[in-house]
Each structure stands twice: as C-alpha cells, then as structure tokens.
C-alpha cells in the first residue's frame, strides 16, 4: 500500500478484519471453503507517499524531494524579481501538521523567517521579526556585546533594509500557529509588515502546484529502492508477521512496525494541539530537530563580539560542484559563530601558494545557498610542488586549520599535505575535506555534494530523448554521462530515466554485450547510459549503427551529457546536505600543532550517520589510478536497473532486513556523529 497515514491505517484495518471478510463471503457463497483456507492470511508492507514528510519513522517519504524542487524553482524565480522592486515575499507552502516544507525551504534559500507548526515564535514575535528586518540582530545567545559607542556609526545586518539589503524573504508553513494555538498566516504577516515597516510586500501561496510535475531523480530511485524491499518483505512474510512500513534511514531501507509509525506521527499532532512544542519537535525526530538548530543558527545567530584568537581557511578543490558554495557559506558563519577569524582562498591549493587569500565576513556569503559553481574559484592543481609556497602563506596569514571543500583532487591533495609535514611544520595543522564532486567518487563517504544536482540533469535529458525516440521506430540513443571510472551517475541515471542497459567500469563488458541488449529489446527505441572514459573492447561511442555484421537496420545516436551536470542551480538535496555537511565539521580550533593521523579527518555520510575517518586510513580503500573508491554500496542497486529492464537475472536477497522499532530508529544520520 502506497500513501500517507491515512491510507495505511485503513490497510492494517483492512488486514484486522481480514478473517471475517473471508468467513462472510464464504457463508455467502462468494468464495469456497478451500479458497478460504488458501488465503486465510494477509500480509501487508506499507510504502510511504507524502509531500508533507509528515510520517514519523523515516527520514524521507515519497514525493517530497518532488515537492522540494517545485517549491525552490519559484522561491528562485520570485527571489530575482523581489530584488528587482526591493520587496517582501511571503511564500506559504504545504504542510497542515508538519512544517518539513517549510523548514527545508528556509534552510536552501537563507530565508529571513520560517513559520512552522511544531516550533511557534515566542508572544512578541511580531516585534522580533520586524527587528529582524529592520533594525540591528541580536547577539547571540550567551554572548555579551558591549553597547555601541554613541560616536561611532550604527552596523546593520546585511539582511536587513538598513544593511543595504534588497529583498526579504519569509517562508510560512500553512499550519503555523502561535504558542496559543492561534493561526498565523500569510495575510497576517503582510498586514504586519506593510502596517509597521511600510514595506512593498506580496503573498505567495503555492498550493497544489507542489503535488504536480516530473518526479525528481531522488523520488525516482527512492520509490524504485522501497519497491524492491517492500516485495523482499511480503516474500519473507508468515501469518504471524505484523504489518511493517518500508522506510529510509540515511542512506538504508529499513522495516518498521506500521502501527507504531502510525502512533508517533498522531502523538505528535497531539502534542500540538496541547501546546506540548517542545515533545512535538522530538516526536519528529533527530533529522527535523537537527535542520531546525541549523536554521535558527545560521539565519538568528550573530557573530560575538569576542574572538576565539583561532584563524580558519576555506577553499575549494577540484571540479566545481554544485552545492559548493551551499557548504563555504555554511562553513564561513559557523565558524564566525564560534568566534574565528575566516578566510577565503581563491583558486585551490594554487591560490594559497600565491596568496590569492582574504578574510571573508557574514555578509559576503549572504545568497550563495543557491548559487552552482564555486564563487571562490577552484582548480585542480595539487599542493606538492608548492609546498613552500604554501608554507610561507600558512605561517604569514597565521592560518590554524584548512576546511578543503572539493572532489578527489581535495582527497590526493590532503594526503600530499599530510606527507608535507615531515619538511615543513608549517603543515602540521588540523585539515577537514567535505566531499563535493558530481561524480561521487570521493572514498570515505556515500554521498558527496553536487552528485544529486548533476544527477537530475540526466533523467530530465532522458525524459526529452524518449519523447524523440519513440516516434521513430529502430532507434536506439546512447546518453554518455561524467564520472570518470566511477559508474554512479550512469547507474543512478539509468535506474531513474528507465533505461536499457547502463554501461560502467565497474562492471566489464563488450559490443557483444550492448549487441545483445539490443537485440532483447522488445520496444522501437531504447537508451542506454555510460559513463566517462572506459571504452572497452571496442565500445567507443562514436560510430553509428549496429555493427558490420548484424541484420537488423537501424540508428545509434549518441548524445553526450557531460559539462552539463557541473552546471546549473544546486537541487534543494545539494544545498540542504552542503549545508548540514558543512556545519558539522570536527573540532578543528584548538589544536596548535597537529601531527598525528587524526589531525586531518573526511567529514563523510555512511550508511546512517555522519563519520570523520583520517584520511590516511582511507587510502587502504582507494583505487588511486582509476580514482574511485574499492566498495561501493551503490552497485548493489544495479540488479535492480536490470529487473526493470526485463533482463532475466537473480537479485541477490542474502541480505536481510529486519523489524526495527521506531524509538530505537531514532538515532538518525546527523545524530550519529
């Protein structure tokens, strides 16, 4: 059963009464007694569809990431004309009992304000945001600032109208409500401000526009992934197996009791409407509460006054991926928060050898959570032959730890760094690489940023290519994709644009093998998706038809989609994890003169939880000339694509999920840190 907790709380019923269904259609006549004994039991697996994320248990439901891209389109559409007319946007998205929307889309686009359901404002909020939008922020929590000297001139958050800024942002979750259970909605808020502030502002509510238009990549794969562990569940069933739900866990597919999901996700519209927020929150778990600190602390939160004496670098390395700039300005407020000093390097390891370095302040970073590329500049140039060039510049700009942000070339680069050390001390300080390349290649963790960006971008060309391809019989069209030796992108492509075959390094093969995936195919066009450099026995993808030698006329047209998925705005995932990514870095302040292995750490996603593995233990992991990690969890994900694809293959079940329990469960991804 596909839906929300609606529909899967009448499938449990429905599993309750099952007996006396049978029972009444056999004294009825529908049935007879031996079909009723055949069928005296049903099991049920529930997967969870849902645009709100309102169902406790699982991390994300179906249809949400979907959701998440329509919104973030229009809130980037509306952000460029609110800046044109210097206005007020007040967006209103779905989310009656759950504020996941509203919170998600603060968190991408840096919004001034977010109204949710389970954390109303305080009784005075109407005075603090347009404080908020306006006048000076506060400090933050625990910091004492010193008042202003009357003779030196006021400082303006750069948020605000007197900062200079140009446009507000406020993001309201249709459920809002104030800490007495009273509404707040948009038109509430725009008579507030327009009243108070006298501000141009607009009202925005998106309604079912949210629910319609193409799945994204992620909804694509997830659906397909729950899929095949909902069937795995119902095949491994008995009469005494309780009705589960299907649900994703950072990167895991686990099983989790229906009815208990159930329960905590009505206890939390409980504790809402008895003004128990602070048991709501919880009742979300881990992941919500997480992406709540993270907000407050990056949009309420203001540097304090006193400094910690540490100074930190920021570059990054490698391609640019997008999402980049998402985790540099993560990167930069936490660590202002903290009291650092931080800097920014332009150009990579290149632009610290020359001194391409300058201090970077709270406002520079202000609107970068949306921007692709790498605002700072970086290049693939790796530190060896500059050592005591960048020696000299660690030691001149007094530089106590490096966060290097990039894909393998930010991986090889540190562990040149690290090698450095026996000759120059200077190079005995604390380094932090955040993984951040489209191609997924980076070992130590299962995601790395920008992936999912470059990832949509290749469905969306299949999607158009099939359209070409189906009104022209004997056609088959071959979608080369980035990667490298790494087949992720192909693989993940593949398994959500519904192709043929996808074609890795990983996985040898030859134009026998793609002869006879063309030869199986039973419809009039197919695709095919490859990645990168490998072009094996023969396999090059620049000829045209089948080959010399088979029979069957027709066109093989190649349509590479290379540069394209470096490009572009980040995907609400890229900008979300760059952010999160970003603000859980290791400690690395406090450490004066670092030389032990795990001085320099691979901030990385495995499985369920956030790890920090020295970078020297993952060279054991790395396949250095093909540049990809040794293990890869994805690739057990491509008998799947074949399934899908009418091959007729065995899908390796020796892997067995069991029954978790929600409580236990909760120790999500960034609570395992």
Same mark, same amino acid.
């Given at each position: 059963?596909?839906?929300? &907790?609606?529909?899967?709380?009448? %499938?449990?019923?429905?599993? #309750?009464?099952?007996?006396?269904?049978?029972?009444?259609?056999?004294?009825?006549?529908?049935?007879?007694? $031996?079909?009723?004994?055949?069928?005296?039991? /049903?099991?049920?697996?529930?997967? !969870?569809?849902?645009?709100?994320?309102?169902?406790?248990?699982?991390?994300?439901?179906?249809?949400?990431?979907?959701?998440?891209?329509?919104?973030?389109?229009?809130?980037?559409?509306?952000?460029?004309? %609110?800046?044109?007319?210097?206005?007020?946007?007040?967006? $209103?998205?779905?989310?009656?009992?759950?504020?996941?929307?509203?919170?998600?889309? *603060?968190?991408?686009?840096?919004?001034?304000?977010?109204?949710?359901?389970?954390?109303?404002?305080?009784?005075?909020?109407?005075?603090?945001?347009?404080? +908020? /939008?306006?006048?000076?922020?506060?400090?933050?929590?625990?910091?004492?600032?010193?008042?202003?000297?009357?003779?030196?001139?006021?400082?303006?958050?750069?948020?605000?109208?007197?900062?200079?800024?140009?446009?507000?942002?406020?993001?309201?979750?249709?459920?809002?409500?104030?800490?007495?259970?009273?509404?707040?909605?948009?038109?509430?808020?725009?008579?507030?401000?327009?009243?108070?502030?006298?501000?141009?502002?607009?009202?925005?509510?998106?309604?079912?526009?949210?629910?319609?238009?193409?799945?994204?990549?992620?909804?694509?794969?997830?659906?397909?992934?729950?899929?095949?562990?909902?069937?795995? =569940?119902?095949?491994?069933?008995?009469?005494?197996?309780?009705?589960?739900? !299907?649900?994703?866990?950072?990167?895991? *597919?686990?099983?989790?009791?229906?009815?208990?999901?159930?329960?905590?996700?009505?206890?939390?519209?409980?504790?809402?409407?008895?003004?128990?927020?602070?048991?709501?929150?919880?009742?979300?778990?881990?992941?919500?509460?997480?992406?709540?600190?993270?907000?407050?602390?990056?949009?309420?939160?203001?540097?304090?006054?006193?400094?910690?004496? @540490?100074?930190?670098?920021?570059?990054?390395?490698?391609?640019?991926?997008?999402?980049?700039?998402?985790?540099?300005?993560?990167?930069?407020?936490?660590?202002?928060?903290?009291?650092?000093?931080?800097?920014? !390097?332009? &150009?990579?390891?290149?632009?610290?050898?020359?001194?391409?370095?300058? $201090?970077?302040?709270?406002?520079?970073?202000?609107?970068?959570?949306?921007?692709?590329?790498?605002?700072?500049?970086?290049?693939?140039?790796?530190?060896?032959? @500059?050592?005591?060039?960048?020696?000299?510049?660690?030691?001149?700009?007094?530089?106590?730890?490096?966060?290097?942000?990039?894909?393998?070339?930010?991986?090889?680069?540190?562990?040149?760094?690290?090698?450095?050390?026996?000759?120059?001390?200077?190079?005995?300080?604390?380094?932090?690489?955040?993984? *951040?390349?489209?191609?997924?290649? !980076?070992?130590?963790?299962?995601?790395?940023?920008?992936?999912?960006?470059?990832?949509?971008?290749?469905?969306?060309?299949?999607?158009?290519?099939?359209?070409?391809? =189906?009104?022209?019989?004997?056609?088959?069209?071959?979608?080369?994709?980035?990667?490298?030796?790494?087949?992720?992108?192909?693989?993940?492509?593949?398994? #959500?644009?519904?192709?043929?075959?996808?074609?890795?390094?990983?996985?040898?093969?030859?134009?026998?093998?793609?002869?006879?995936?063309?030869?199986?195919?039973?419809?009039?066009?197919?695709?095919?998706?490859?990645?990168?450099?490998?072009?094996?026995?023969?396999?090059?993808?620049?000829?045209?038809? @089948?080959?010399?030698? &088979?029979?069957?006329?027709? /066109? /093989?047209?190649?349509?590479?989609?290379?540069?394209?998925?470096?490009?572009?705005?980040?995907?609400?995932?890229?900008?979300?994890?760059?952010?999160?990514?970003?603000?859980?870095?290791?400690?690395?302040?406090?450490?004066?003169?670092?030389?032990?292995?795990?001085?320099?750490?691979?901030?990385?996603?495995?499985?369920?939880?956030?790890?920090?593995?020295?970078?020297?233990?993952?060279?054991?992991?790395?396949?250095?000339?093909? +540049?990809?990690?040794?293990?890869?969890?994805?690739?057990?994900?491509?008998?799947?694509?074949?399934?899908?694809?009418?091959?007729?293959?065995?899908? &390796?079940?020796?892997?067995? #999920?069991?029954?978790?329990?929600?409580?236990?469960?909760?120790?999500?991804?960034?609570?395992?840190?």
């Amino acid at each position: 059963v596909i839906g929300g &907790d609606g529909s899967l709380t009448g %499938a449990d019923t429905f599993r #309750a009464e099952w007996s006396s269904l049978l029972a009444e259609l056999v004294k009825v006549g529908g049935i007879t007694a $031996e079909e009723a004994k055949r069928s005296s039991h /049903l099991n049920i697996v529930g997967m !969870v569809g849902s645009i709100d994320n309102d169902f406790c248990g699982t991390d994300m439901t179906i249809g949400t990431d979907s959701a998440l891209h329509r919104i973030m389109e229009i809130v980037d559409a509306i952000t460029t004309t %609110a800046q044109s007319h210097q206005r007020t946007f007040v967006l $209103e998205v779905m989310g009656r009992h759950c504020g996941y929307l509203a919170l998600i889309t *603060a968190l991408a686009c840096g919004a001034d304000w977010v109204f949710i359901p389970e954390s109303p404002p305080e009784d005075d909020w109407e005075d603090h945001l347009c404080r +908020r /939008l306006t006048e000076v922020g506060r400090a933050p929590v625990g910091a004492l600032s010193p008042p202003p000297s009357p003779l030196s001139p006021p400082v303006f958050p750069p948020q605000t109208r007197l900062g200079g800024s140009r446009l507000n942002i406020i993001i309201v979750a249709e459920g809002a409500v104030d800490k007495h259970g009273k509404a707040i909605t948009s038109d509430d808020i725009k008579t507030l401000v327009v009243k108070r502030l006298g501000y141009d502002t607009r009202v925005t509510i998106l309604g079912h526009v949210q629910r319609g238009g193409t799945p994204s990549a992620f909804d694509r794969i997830l659906g397909s992934r729950m899929g095949v562990e909902a069937v795995m =569940a119902l095949l491994e069933g008995t009469p005494e197996t309780p009705a589960c739900v !299907v649900s994703l866990s950072g990167n895991q *597919a686990v099983r989790l009791p229906l009815m208990e999901c159930v329960q905590v996700t009505k206890d939390v519209t409980t504790a809402m409407n008895e003004g128990r927020f602070d048991d709501a929150l919880k009742l979300r778990g881990r992941s919500f509460q997480n992406n709540w600190n993270v907000y407050k602390l990056l949009a309420h939160i203001r540097p304090p006054s006193t400094k910690s004496g @540490y100074t930190l670098a920021i570059l990054n390395v490698g391609a640019p991926a997008a999402g980049m700039n998402a985790a540099v300005r993560s990167t930069v407020r936490i660590g202002l928060i903290h009291g650092h000093r931080m800097l920014a !390097v332009h &150009d990579g390891f290149e632009g610290l050898a020359f001194g391409q370095v300058e $201090e970077i302040s709270w406002e520079r970073v202000g609107g970068w959570t949306g921007l692709g590329g790498s605002k700072l500049g970086t290049k693939r140039t790796l530190p060896k032959k @500059y050592f005591e060039e960048i020696s000299t510049n660690i030691s001149n700009f007094g530089i106590h730890g490096l966060i290097i942000i990039g894909g393998f070339e930010a991986f090889t680069g540190s562990l040149e760094l690290i090698e450095g050390r026996a000759k120059f001390e200077e190079l005995c300080i604390p380094v932090c690489v955040i993984p *951040a390349t489209v191609s997924n290649n !980076v070992p130590g963790s299962d995601f790395s940023i920008g992936a999912d960006t470059a990832l949509n971008t290749i469905p969306t060309t299949c999607d158009r290519i099939k359209q070409s391809a =189906a009104g022209t019989k004997r056609r088959v069209f071959i979608i080369e994709t980035m990667g490298g030796f790494c087949g992720y992108l192909a693989t993940m492509a593949g398994l #959500a644009g519904g192709a043929d075959a996808a074609y890795i390094y990983e996985e040898h093969f030859n134009i026998h093998d793609l002869q006879a995936s063309l030869t199986a195919g039973k419809t009039s066009w197919g695709t095919c998706s490859r990645s990168g450099p490998p072009q094996q026995q023969g396999c090059s993808p620049q000829g045209r038809g @089948y080959g010399s030698g &088979d029979p069957r006329p027709g /066109l /093989l047209l190649v349509h590479p989609v290379i540069f394209l998925a470096q490009g572009g705005t980040p995907t609400p995932f890229d900008r979300n994890f760059g952010t999160k990514m970003a603000g859980s870095p290791p400690p690395l302040a406090g450490r004066i003169f670092a030389n032990t292995a795990d001085s320099a750490c691979l901030l990385g996603m495995r499985k369920r939880s956030l790890v920090f593995p020295p970078i020297t233990a993952l060279k054991e992991q790395t396949d250095f000339e093909h +540049r990809i990690p040794k293990e890869q969890w994805w690739l057990k994900l491509r008998p799947i694509l074949k399934i899908l694809a009418k091959y007729h293959i065995e899908l &390796d079940t020796s892997e067995k #999920a069991h029954l978790e329990h929600v409580m236990r469960k909760g120790m999500s991804l960034e609570a395992n840190i």
